[in-house]
């Protein structure tokens, strides 16, 4: 698929996006998955970034598909770095003559043995692999914390390595700057963050970091909380709903009732009860289950 085609989806996307069209939205992301994406083609039409940020769509169905589109097009750029880079890798002449040594008949065994790296492994990135030198800022600690965050937000993209490099020292200029020493808070902080932004399943965090659209400055004082990916916390708030009906105390016996309906099996025969979750100016939640299916919802 051409440039201009690639971009014309790019357009009818974003627009279908903006009018809350899911069903348009997914007929879109299924054009995309069939086109063979290449890193040059990602970054001259911008599509993996608008992809990548619908992976985290409250719209389960269109998330899962853009996950669905994006691991196939990570598939694409692994397949090109390894027709195109193996060749090229320093490295790789070094091992025939490994193997010759010992065994003449096994020498094929190396090279036969790489291709079954499974395609869909993230690409691991690091200072090392990238052969990238950090600049120094006079204290061991600091250094290996930008290491870190450059592996982090390294994990599984094909983003340019200096523009990593970049985020990973503001992130850690930041931390430094609040904590003013390399103490306890400072290493809990870096350890925190680091693992946060390199989870398998907030891939949304890492890339809002990259592309500049998270500020750094907002991301060293966000909580735990405000990091989970939006599959975390619907996850979360559900067991939240599910922690306040089974907390059941003196103050909130459940009293029957036919004054609502199931909406699951249709019958009136439910119990109830009431509890103050918010403010004590706002209305008391009241949280219904039905004693036929045991079908429970909560309303204010």
Not at 118 to 143: C, F, L, M, Q, Y
Not at 243 to 248: N, T, V, W
Not at 258 to 265: P, V
Request: net charge positive; hydrophobic share 30%; with cysteine.
């Amino acid at each position: 698929m051409a440039d201009a085609e690639v971009g014309k989806l790019v357009k009818a996307l974003n627009r279908s996006r903006e009018q809350g069209q899911a069903r348009d939205t997914l007929d879109i992301l299924t054009q995309l998955q069939k086109v063979h994406a290449s890193e040059d083609l990602l970054r001259k039409t911008g599509i993996g970034k608008i992809v990548g940020k619908l992976r985290t769509d409250a719209d389960l169905t269109v998330a899962k598909k853009a996950k669905d589109v994006v691991d196939k097009w990570k598939k694409d750029c692994q397949s090109a770095l390894k027709s195109n880079g193996i060749p090229k890798t320093p490295t790789e002449p070094k091992l025939p003559m490994k193997v010759d040594a010992t065994s003449t008949t096994s020498s094929q065994s190396p090279t036969d043995s790489s291709p079954k790296t499974p395609p869909d492994t993230p690409r691991e990135r690091s200072i090392k692999t990238d052969d990238i030198t950090v600049k120094p800022t006079g204290n061991v600690a600091r250094d290996k914390s930008i290491e870190l965050f450059y592996a982090a937000l390294g994990y599984g993209s094909f983003v340019d390595s200096d523009l990593l490099l970049q985020r990973a020292t503001k992130i850690e200029n930041a931390i430094f700057e609040e904590f003013q020493t390399i103490d306890a808070g400072y290493k809990t902080k870096v350890r925190s963050l680091s693992l946060n932004l390199k989870a398998k399943n907030n891939p949304g965090l890492r890339e809002s970091v990259v592309t500049g659209e998270l500020l750094i400055s907002k991301l060293v004082k966000m909580s735990k909380e405000d990091m989970a990916s939006e599959e975390q916390r619907a996850a979360d708030r559900k067991a939240q709903e599910q922690a306040i009906f089974a907390a059941r105390g003196a103050t909130t016996a459940q009293a029957e009732t036919d004054m609502f309906r199931c909406g699951k099996c249709k019958s009136r025969k439910c119990t109830y009860y009431q509890m103050q979750t918010r403010s004590a100016d706002e209305p008391m939640t009241t949280f219904v289950t039905c004693t036929n299916c045991e079908n429970r919802w909560k309303f204010c």
